[in-house]
C-alpha cells in the first residue's frame, strides 16, 4: 500500500455512503520466470505479488477481478501465480472472477482456474490444457563447420537432448515422462477447479483450443461476456480499482521495443504466434 493510500485509509470515511470496491488485477503476457530486464509483458511470483497483494489489501473490497491475455509459459510459475491468488482470496474471503481476452491458454488457463467463475469473449482463445517442449537440432550445423562438441560429466544421465548431439530415443521418451506429469497436474488443478461444470468430452484435456463461445459449451469458462459488462451487472455501485504488475525500469521508460534481448523477443513472439497473435 502506497504512503497517499495509508494516510487516506486513516481519514474518517461515512462507511454508509463509500463505493464498495472491485480490484482488477491485469495478467497480461508470457509466464516465464526470467524476464529480461525490458521484458514489457511477462507474468511471474515476483512480478504480481505486489499487484495482488494491493488488489486484496483493499477495505471496501467486494471481489477481484483478474483480467487475462497470456498464451502461457512455465508450468511452475503458473502454479505459484494461481496458488497465490487462492490463499489470498481464502484469507479475505472474496470471490475472484477471471476474464480472458485474446487468449488464455495453456498457463494462461492454468491462472483463469484460480478464480471462482471464469468469462470470456465469444472471440477468445481458450484451453490448450496440454504440455510442450520444444527446441532445436544443432549437431549438423557443428559437423559442417568443423567443430567438435566436447561434455564431460559425473552422473550418466546429467546432460539430455543436447541440442548439439544427435536425439537419443531414452531421452525423448524420458522428456515424455516428464511431460505426462506436468499434464496429469494440469489436468488435476482444472478438474479440481471446475468441478461439474466441465463437459465429459474426450478432446478437454488433449491440448486443443476453443473459442469462448465454444469453452462456455464445455465448462471451461462459465459465460460469455466481458469484464465491464459482468462487473457492471454484478456489482453496479462498485468502484473499480485496476493494479498492474510492476514493470522494469527502462520498460517504463519506453526503451524496450528497441533495445530487449533478440533472442526473449524470439521466443516470446513464438509463443504469441501459436494462437495467431
Known amino acids: 500500500m502506497s504512503v497517499t493510500e495509508k494516510l487516506t485509509a486513516r481519514l474518517p470515511i461515512n462507511r454508509a455512503t463509500a463505493k ?3 480490484a482488477v488485477v491485469k495478467l497480461h503476457g508470457v509466464i516465464t520466470p526470467t524476464p529480461s530486464p525490458l521484458s514489457r509483458g511477462t507474468i511471474n511470483i515476483n512480478t504480481v505479488e505486489q499487484a495482488l497483494t ?3 489489501d483493499h477495505d471496501r473490497l467486494s471481489a477481484v477481478a483478474l483480467a487475462i491475455n497470456s498464451p502461457g509459459g512455465a508450468p511452475t510459475q503458473s502454479a505459484l501465480v494461481s496458488e497465490r491468488i487462492r490463499e489470498l482470496a481464502d484469507r479475505k474471503k472474496v470471490p475472484v472472477i ?3 481476452e485474446d487468449v488464455a491458454a495453456s498457463g494462461g488457463y492454468w491462472l483463469a482456474c484460480a478464480a471462482d467463475e471464469i468469462y470470456a469473449h465469444s472471440s477468445s482463445l481458450i484451453g490448450s490444457i496440454g504440455v510442450v517442449t520444444a527446441g532445436f537440432g544443432l549437431n549438423g550445423l557443428l559437423e559442417r563447420i568443423g567443430v567438435d562438441r566436447r561434455v564431460y560429466t559425473a552422473g550418466a544421465h546429467k546432460v539430455r537432448l543436447d541440442p548439439f548431439r544427435p536425439e537419443n530415443d ?3 521418451e524420458w522428456l515424455k515422462g516428464l511431460q ?3 499434464h496429469d497436474q494440469f489436468v488435476s488443478w482444472v478438474k479440481q477447479r471446475r468441478g461439474d ?3 465429459d468430452g474426450d478432446d478437454l484435456f488433449t491440448g486443443e483450443v476453443w473459442t469462448g463461445a465454444k469453452a462456455a459449451e464445455l465448462g471451461l469458462v462459465d459465460g460469455v461476456g466481458n469484464l465491464r459488462a459482468v462487473l457492471t451487472k454484478r456489482f453496479p455501485d462498485a468502484e473499480l480499482s485496476v493494479a498492474e504488475p510492476k514493470r522494469p525500469l ?3 521508460l519506453g ?4 533495445t530487449q534481448s533478440l533472442l526473449t523477443a524470439v521466443e516470446h513472439r513464438a509463443i504469441w504466434s501459436r494462437y495467431g497473435l
Open 54 to 56: 494491493k488488489a486484496f
Open 20 to 22: 464498495p470496491v472491485v
Open 180 to 182: 505426462a506429469q506436468l
Open 170 to 172: 531414452e531421452d525423448v
Open 197 to 199: 461444470r466441465l463437459n
Open 98 to 100: 477471471a476474464f480472458c
Open 250 to 252: 527502462l520498460a517504463r
Open 255 to 258: 526503451l524496450g521495443g528497441a
